[in-house]
């Protein structure tokens, strides 16, 4: 009997001794105690504000305005996940797939490229290294890319991996026979998004004529520009 009147003694004290300390780690105001409002997930989404939350404030008055409505976060993430290329890699089936726009998707990498490859002609690295430049540089001010049709806002500069990725053992001679839907493809250099190492006035570039790696002066070459979207 002894015994079973100690462990009901400890059933019925176990819950307060599990219970911990119920007083918060922190005060309100102390850093990390900041929350998300509707118009800071809303901003981070347009990418016009950095990651960080709202700090804490003692309300004063009743609920207002968040600056935001849910219907409103709800359509900024719609418009970013729509801006997004939609493809799985694979190494099965057609390479490229023409998406009707002016753009074509490799499907190995899942990243877009401008379909012509040549419409935006050659130009100094430090005239293209800025996706502003890459995009104005495609749209209506260039009339040579005018079967471009898309509304992308995000083209760049491939990197030197990404530019090479292009030249796969399958098709080493890419002048010779571009890989259907592509166009446009010039027999010459190619500018990439990477800085030499050891020389900052210096980018990579491969002439597609024959894979071959080199790099140039980012002020003095004008080399070709192949826009790209996606990936990194």
Do not use: H
Not at 131 to 136: A, G, I, L, P
Not at 141 to 149: E, L, R
Not at 167 to 175: A, H, P, Q, S
Request: net charge negative.
């Amino acid at each position: 009997m002894k015994k079973r009147y100690l462990l009901s003694a400890v059933i019925l004290t176990s819950p307060a001794i599990l219970a911990g300390d119920l007083d918060p780690s922190s005060g309100p105001t102390d850093a990390g105690s900041g929350m998300y409002t509707l118009e800071d997930i809303y901003n981070r989404l347009n990418g016009t504000e950095a990651s960080v939350p709202s700090d804490f404030t003692e309300p004063t008055s009743g609920p207002g305005s968040t600056g935001k409505t849910l219907t409103e976060v709800y359509d900024k993430a719609d418009a970013v996940m729509d801006s997004q290329p939609t493809c799985i890699p694979t190494a099965a089936g057609d390479r490229f797939t023409d998406n009707g726009n002016g753009t074509v998707t490799d499907n190995r990498s899942c990243l877009m490229w401008l379909k012509d490859a040549g419409c935006v002609g050659q130009r100094a690295w430090d005239a293209v290294d800025a996706s502003t430049e890459v995009v104005t540089l495609i749209n209506a001010a260039n009339p040579a890319c005018a079967n471009y049709t898309g509304t992308y806002t995000d083209w760049r500069l491939p990197s030197l991996s990404e530019l090479v990725s292009l030249l796969t053992n399958d098709n080493k001679e890419f002048m010779v026979s571009p890989p259907s839907p592509l166009s446009g493809v010039r027999s010459s250099w190619y500018w990439s998004s990477s800085t030499q190492a050891n020389y900052s006035d210096r980018a990579w570039d491969v002439d597609l004529s024959d894979g071959f790696v080199s790099n140039g002066g980012k002020t003095m070459n004008a080399l070709y520009v192949w826009p790209v979207r996606g990936g990194q």
